[in-house]
Each structure stands twice: as C-alpha cells, then as structure tokens.
C-alpha cells in the first residue's frame, strides 16, 4: 500500500488564490520530504527540500515567497501555493524519505488554475 | 551535457516481448540506482533500486548497473500491458536525487 499519502488530487482553482497541498508520510518518520513540480513529458524537477523543524531549502530559480513550506512534523509537510496564476499550473509531487530506502511519493496533486 | 540521459520513446512493444530501458549518467560520484515507473496522473512507484555494479532482480524485472561505463538498464521479461507507463531512472544517493526524463512504454496486447 501507500506509504505517501498526497492530499489533494485535484485543485481547480481562480487566479489569485491560495493553495495548500498536504503530504504525509504513513508507515515510517520522514525527517526529509521533497517537493517536485513536473511538467508534461518532462521529468520531475526538485523545487525544495522540507526538513522537519527548520525552514525548507529551495533550489534555483524557486520563489520562497511564492512556495511556502512547513514541515511541522515528522509525518506532515504542507506546500502552499500563494497566490497563485496560470502559470502555476502543474503537477506538483512530494517525497518523503526514509534514511534506509530511496524516496517514496505521493501520488501527485495536478493544479489547475483558471 | 545532462546528469542523466534517457531516451524518451515513446516504445512499443507486443505483449509477451522483453523490453529494455536504458540511462547514461555523467558523475561517476553517484551511488545509487533507481528505477521508478510512473503512471499517467500518478506519482512515481520505486521499482528497484541498488548501489553497485551487476544485476538485480526481482520477478520479471532485472535492474543492471555498469559503473565502468555509467549506464544502467531495467529489462522486462514477459511484459504485460499493465506495465504500460513511463519509466523514469533515478541516480545519486538516497537524498540527492537526479531523475531522468522518463521513456514512456506501451505494451500492445
């Protein structure tokens, strides 16, 4: 079964709004989680790493303020899309990592904003 | 020149046929070796992974490293049409991960 749970699925949402997305991990304490954005016919694109209890590490290019990220706990790490565009529409992926295994994902959040 | 090559496809195949997928990669530094298979609107699911040199199998799937030559393979024997999807390589360590683009693969009944 699932080992990352990613809530929710589907966000179809107006322009200017808000949008938080919630990744939990369910079987083991995710002291690291990731947030990919994905393209279509692309691969995935690392745009922060989540640490539980600190601020998150983003990569290159990524707006902070844009992509809010809390990891308040081990099993829960939240990306909130703040204000968001058209341009933000995506299929956005969160990892959760378990120091014995490789990353394990949720199963995505596709946006869509009008 | 990128981390991580990958041939997009698309590939198809028969039912029945074993297929290979293959990955370059440029760091001789990395350690790991992932493969993930990715459904249309899904998130990606770890298919296997391993760290060194050689084979590694598992059911009808068989993962290969080559560090001399940096290049890793997954073949799939007897494939189905439900292992229809994109297959995306994975390498580095278990945190620090660079993916491939993903070849997308149809099995035709």
């Known amino acids: 079964g699932a080992v990352v749970s990613q809530h929710p699925s589907r966000v179809i949402c107006k322009s200017g709004t808000s949008v938080k997305i919630e990744c939990r991990s369910l079987?083991?304490?995710?002291?690291?989680m990731f947030w990919y954005r994905q393209f279509p016919k692309q691969s995935l694109m690392l745009m922060a790493t989540?640490?539980?209890?600190?601020?998150?590490?983003?990569e290159q290019g990524v707006e902070k303020d844009k992509f809010l990220i809390n990891h308040a706990s081990l099993t829960l790490s939240t990306l909130t899309v703040t204000s968001a565009h058209p341009e933000d529409s995506s299929f956005y992926i969160c990892?959760?990592?378990?120091?014995?295994?490789?990353?394990?994902f949720g199963d995505g959040t596709r946006l869509s904003i009008l | 020149q990128k981390e991580v090559e990958q041939d997009p496809g698309p590939l198809s195949v028969p039912e029945g046929a074993i297929v290979s997928l293959n990955c370059t990669y440029s760091?001789?530094?990395?350690?790991?070796f992932m493969w993930y298979r990715q459904y249309s609107r899904k998130g990606p699911e770890l298919l296997m992974y391993?760290?060194?040199?050689g084979n590694k199998e598992d059911g009808r799937f068989t993962a290969q490293v080559d560090k001399s030559s940096k290049y890793i393979s997954l073949f799939i024997r007897d494939s189905q049409p439900s292992d229809s999807a994109t297959y995306l390589c994975?390498?580095?360590?278990?945190?620090?991960?660079?993916f491939g683009t993903g070849t997308k693969l149809q099995v035709i009944p």
């Open positions: 760091n001789s530094a990395f350690q790991y």
């Open positions: 079987d083991f304490q995710a002291t690291t």
């Open positions: 391993t760290y060194s040199s």
């Open positions: 990892s959760a990592f378990d120091r014995n295994q490789p990353q394990h």
């Open positions: 989540s640490n539980e209890g600190s601020k998150a590490t983003y």
């Open positions: 994975a390498v580095g360590g278990y945190q620090k991960v660079t």
